[in-house]
């Protein structure tokens, strides 16, 4: 019985770790996409509303859902603080407090980190320019990360359970 | 050798170090330690920090202008004093932008940027041209941050000369040359018309305060952070000839208040204010009425004798010093009280 439930367990663990790659796998491109989304919002506040930065910030957090608006609620939360600091400082803070959470890869991050020693600091003209690069290089993000998705997806999720079957073979 | 500033009197110490505290964030971190470390009663005499990439850093305190050092000492040596980084410069940009360059073109264009509380950054650099007029500024690479400070009470000697026996108040221009207080001036005189000198017997009268530059009222979002009284209107970021003229229109002011007028649309406006029974509270640059009368667009409102009081401040005794009160009718001096 005691065999049973062990078997059981090594089973359910693996099985679960290999659920929990392949979700990272899965959730990537979401995360870009709702990334793409927002700095196509920050775009049109900037580019047409002339919105300051903290103001337009803000207003992308409350039309994005939960996967980016955190970071950009926390982006314009630091820039609005008395303490004064500079854009570039304050999407770094943000960054390294969300990015952690998030299934992107560093490849995504130096994107957004690249952007973000840009924000804020030339005319509308080369802000909207900066703003399109990032977004190109999400898009191209965008499609890699669908393609890994599919072939790693069904292939993590069954991967899992069949090391746990497979070490349960071979202990017993 | 270290520059030396007196401890003022008491009372003098009135405006206390707020204001600084209202500046510090906007300022790059070397320059805003050594700032912050300087001594309060220095704090409060700074009227300008002047920062120009790759050159000394220099306080305008009311005595006059020094140098400070990278020890956070005044100095006259510019060989001892903080020298400003480009990324000093650069984060400065930033600072006082709030990181939106992008939405300050108009600011840029016009040479400076409203910090929150009325503070005022001059920009220079480069000058992109359109057409031949400025489309923008870029290289940015000299900045004069200039304090303003709210002190209650600067009007109430000049208050008597300006009001009439009925009780209304003279169409007066205040004149004096940059740096003496005309904006200072101008907004307590705005307060103490729109609140009422019961001293005075003067009961308050709706102010219309047309803040083009947003230094008078210091509005953020388009609420005065400054005390311009109760029975003002601010028309906040709206050009002065523009704003005048809605002001009238919409709201039925009094007295209408502006700053530093003198291109032409601002003087037909002011035409338009005398001709419509509003009293007009104005100031200019300048140091005595016969000077303005020499300007091209001011010169007409003077020679016509449409102000009926001209109030000169000076330095002579310290920012703010009312020099002279002048009766346009008959250009004699009324006397300082």
New interface residues.
Partial sequence: MLKLVGAVLVVAASGLCGLSVAGNYSRRPRELRTLRSALQMLETE?AYG?????E?LKQVAGNSDRLAGPFFSQAAAE?SS???I???K?WENALNHYYPGTALKPQDLSILRSLGSS??????K??VKHLHLAMEQIENSIAIAEEEAARNVKLWSYLGFLFGLTTVLVIY | MSAKVSQPPARLRCCGDGVIQEILPVLPGGVRRLVSDLPPFIREKIEEIRIRQGRPLILGLSSGDHFLSSKAQLTDRSQEAYQITPNDMEHLIQLISGSSLYALEEELRNGFITLPGGHRAGITGKAVLDGGKVRTLKYLSGCNIRISREIKGAATGILPCLLDRSRGIYHTILISPPRCGKTTMLRDLVRQLSDGVEGLGFPGINVGLVDERSEIAGCYKGIPQRDVGVRTDVLDGCPKAEGMMMLIRSMAPGVIAADEIGRREDVEAIEEMLNAGVKVLVTAHGSSPAELALRPALGHLIRAKWIERFVILGRSRGVGTVEDIIDGKSMRSLGVK
């Fill in positions: 900037v002339a919105t300051h930065l903290p337009a820039l008395p303490s004064g500079t854009a570039a304050a924000l804020g600091k030339s005319d509308r080369d802000q």
